[in-house]
Structures are given as C-alpha cells and as structure tokens.
C-alpha cells in the first residue's frame, strides 16, 4: 500500500516507525511531517488544515489508505472528503469527531445515553453561566464548547477565578467562537488515566492504557502543556477497571454513536477520572494522544497497518491487537520557556548517540533540518521513549538518553511515572 500519514508531531514520528514496520506498507508519505520523520518516510509540506490540498495530494498520489493524526482536519471534514473519494481512511467523519469538537455535544451524549461523566450544563449567556457558578460553588470547572488547541479547559479552584473564565470565554476574548458556547461542570477529585481503544463504527477492539503528565513541572505543578510525559500502562489500570471503561463507557458510546447516525472509526481516547475507584469520562478526544502514542507503539507488536486498516474497511473483528507486556514511558523535551514563549532554531545534537541506547527510540515533535543540523523549531521537540522490564528500567533508560543529548536549550520533568513508582502496583 502506499500510505499517507496527516500531521507532524511526536505522535506522528511514533505512528511512522510503526507504519515502516508493516510487510503492508510500500511507500509512507507524511504530510507536513518533521525533521525525524523525514528520515524514515518522504515528507510532503502540507499543513494538516489543509483539507483541499491533501484531498488533492492523495488524489495525485493515489494513495491507498490515508491515516489522520490530529482532531483539526478530523473536525474540518478530511475524513468524509477521502471517504467519498474512495479512499479508505483511518479517523471519525466531522460528524462523529464532534466527539472531541464540541465539549457540549459530547456531555449531552452523555446524559442522554447514561456514560457516567460529570454533571454540567450548557451556556451562551453570562448572566445565567454566572447564576449556576454560584448555585454549586468552587471547584468547578469552565470548558469552551470548541477546540481550542488543549487551552480550553479552566479548573476554577475559586469563585473569582471561575466567573473571570467564564466572562473571557463569552465575550469570545479567549478563544473567539470556540468559547461562544461553554460547558460548565462539577470538578471531579481523582486520578486521570488515558485509555485507547479502536473502532470501526461497529466492533471495538480495545487496546492499553497510559497516563500523561500535563502540568510543566516535576510534582504536576506549573500551568497546563499539551502533555510532558507518560507511560504505560497507567497504575490504577487493572483488568476490572479495563472493563468497566468498557461496558460503561466505551461500549455504550458506539451505540450511541451509531444511534445518533454518525457511528465513530478511528480511535478513541477516553481521558478518564478514577475517583474512588469509579472511572468517569473527562473528555473524549477522536486520536491518539501525544506523548500517549508514543508509549503505545513501543508495546504494540501487532501490525499497526493491518489494525488501522481493518478499521478503515470496517473487518475489525477480523484483527487483535498484541502487546509487550513491558512496560514503556516517554519523556517530552521541550524549548526552554514552554508553554510560554520560547526561542526557536537552536541546534539539538548527539542525537545519534542517544538513540544507541538500548530500547530507546527518540521521535521528533518540533524539529526541522537546517544547514545540515537538527534545530528546535517548536514547543514539545522530542519524545525520548524507552521500554524496560520494569517501569524503573525503562525510565533509567529515557533519561540516560535524555542526559546523552546536547541541547542546553531545552528541557524536561525528571519525574514521569512518579505515581506508578511511589507505588507498589507496577514496580
Ligand atoms: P483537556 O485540556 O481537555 O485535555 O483537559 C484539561 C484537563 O482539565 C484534564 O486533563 C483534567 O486534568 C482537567 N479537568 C477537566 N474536566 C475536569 C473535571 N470535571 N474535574 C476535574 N478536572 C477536570
Ligand atoms: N496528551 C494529551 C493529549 O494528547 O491531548
């Protein structure tokens, strides 16, 4: 097959490593890609908003199967644009990527369909949102209806903090339209675990859990990054709560779905909320995530291709997914200054050398070529990722990578799985 792959990030640097493994795969072609990936797949310069010009690459191409790495042209329509082509592809329609698109669409599925989830209500007047704040009090949290680049969401621990929120997204200040239409919920008190599972509008193919780390800083203290660490699996994750996502959860959601009439291919993400032992859904996002992803695909010993396939042509009960039962984690690198503003084009080097150690495979994020040298050129740059017996071993592992690079000019946490190794479960 010759393959597409949509998006740039360290999630896509992982998918292609994969992708390149598959006895399926003929040619890779990724689009925008970055600096590590154009080193395993032909890197073609379309932004992944760019539905008419990937429509039109795929045409040109004639690509076989296109494969979607980010929500934004999930949510833009590129899925139901290549369907219509005839062109099988891995990810939801726009209809069912609502999922991750509307926070409000996704709550009202919710409540209609029994998903335990925190209760909310939806607003567009100030003056109502405002009444209900102060109806259930702080902690509560304000979410923008739309995407809003992961900045959506506002945990208010008081009051003030909440109303301030609340006022910057109507008055659409804070993320134009997105913010135009909010969700209001009930804070949740637990611990957040990602769970991934496929489907192909019908069947579900379940697949392992991680569990990120989005503060900036050790101790989860700092403002909110689109994601500084994981690993995998998360520690709360045992066969019981697997399948109470399941039945709860994952399972009534594709019916839902399908009820709805626009049944959901691609991948879920659920970001679930254990508290007291009880997963609640948090959000649904309609992709892998990031660094998530990159955990996953360092167990995964199946053939991505096949399962993604399988999948896009709607045969998901034909195929099973394999996993090592190693545990894997990665550390993100950041520039320096992130998720603020920070300097670009600063030389990363000793890659090679770093990448030497054994079970470590370092994806790109912000990276490109230039004169000859790998340079910064965003926020979240790499994703060292390591596999090990133990979580202990495989995060020696990313870090004596991380230690063998030579980029003074980035950064990371230095404490990713510090619940699963402050803990006995998965030591
Ligand atoms: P997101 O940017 O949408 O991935 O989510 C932002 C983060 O906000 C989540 O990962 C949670 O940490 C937090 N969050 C969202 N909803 C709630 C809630 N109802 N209670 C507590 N924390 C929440
Ligand atoms: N790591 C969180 C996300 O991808 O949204």
Redesign the pocket.
């Known amino acids: 097959m010759k393959i597409l792959l949509i998006g740039s990030g360290g999630r896509e640097h992982a998918m292609a490593w994969k992708i390149k493994q598959s006895p399926l795969c003929d040619e890779l072609i990724v689009a925008p890609g970055n600096a590590g990936i154009a080193q395993i797949a032909t890197c073609v310069p379309i932004p992944a908003e760019n539905i008419a010009e990937l429509v039109a690459l795929s045409q040109n191409e004639k690509i076989d199967f296109a494969i979607v790495g980010p929500e934004a042209p999930l949510v833009l329509g590129l899925a139901d644009e290549l369907c219509n082509l005839g062109i099988p592809v891995f990810g939801p329609s726009a209809a069912a990527a609502q999922l991750e698109g509307s926070k409000g669409f996704m709550k009202d599925l919710c409540k209609k369909y029994n998903i335990p989830t925190?209760s909310y209500e939806r607003f567009t007047d100030l003056n109502e949102a405002l009444n209900y704040i102060n109806k259930l009090g702080a902690p509560i949290?304000i979410?923008a209806d739309g995407l809003a680049a992961?900045k959506?969401?506002v945990?208010a621990m008081t009051l003030d903090e909440a109303i301030a929120a609340t006022k910057d997204m109507l008055s659409g200040n804070a993320f134009g339209q997105a913010g135009a239409s909010i969700v209001i919920?009930?804070?949740?008190d637990g611990e957040?675990i990602s769970y991934f599972a496929i489907c192909d509008g019908e069947n579900l193919l379940p697949l392992i859990s991680a569990q990120d780390h989005?503060r900036v800083g050790d101790g989860d203290t700092g403002p909110?990054t689109g994601g500084m660490g994981a690993y995998s699996p998360a520690r709360l994750m045992t066969p019981a709560m697997e399948q109470e996502i399941l039945e709860n959860i994952l399972k009534p959601t594709v019916s839902a779905m399908k009820a709805e009439g626009c049944p959901f291919t691609g991948v879920f993400f659920a970001?679930i909320?254990v508290v007291n032992d009880v997963p609640k859904l948090?959000?649904y996002n309609v992709r892998f995530g990031d660094p998530e992803c990159q955990t996953l695909m360092m167990r995964l010993k199946s053939d991505l291709v096949e399962i993604l396939y399988a999948a896009a042509i709607k045969k998901l009960d034909t195929v099973k997914a394999d996993w090592s039962e190693n545990p894997s984690l990665c550390v993100v690198m950041a520039a320096k200054g992130y998720p603020g503003s920070y300097t670009k084009n600063t030389p990363i080097r000793n890659l090679e050398t770093a990448a030497k150690i054994d079970g470590v495979n370092i994806f790109h994020a912000g990276t490109a070529l230039k004169d000859g040298e790998i340079v910064s050129i965003g926020g979240r740059v790499l994703g060292i990722t390591a596999s090990g017996s133990t979580v202990t071993e495989a995060r020696e592992k990313a870090y004596a990578a991380v230690d063998a690079l030579d980029w003074p000019e980035g950064f990371c946490r230095r404490d990713i799985a510090w619940r699963a190794l402050s803990s006995d479960a998965a030591k």
């Not at 919920?185 to 949740?188: A, D």
């Open positions: 925190a949290v979410k992961g959506g969401v945990v919920e009930e804070f949740m957040e989005k909110n970001g909320m948090l959000e």
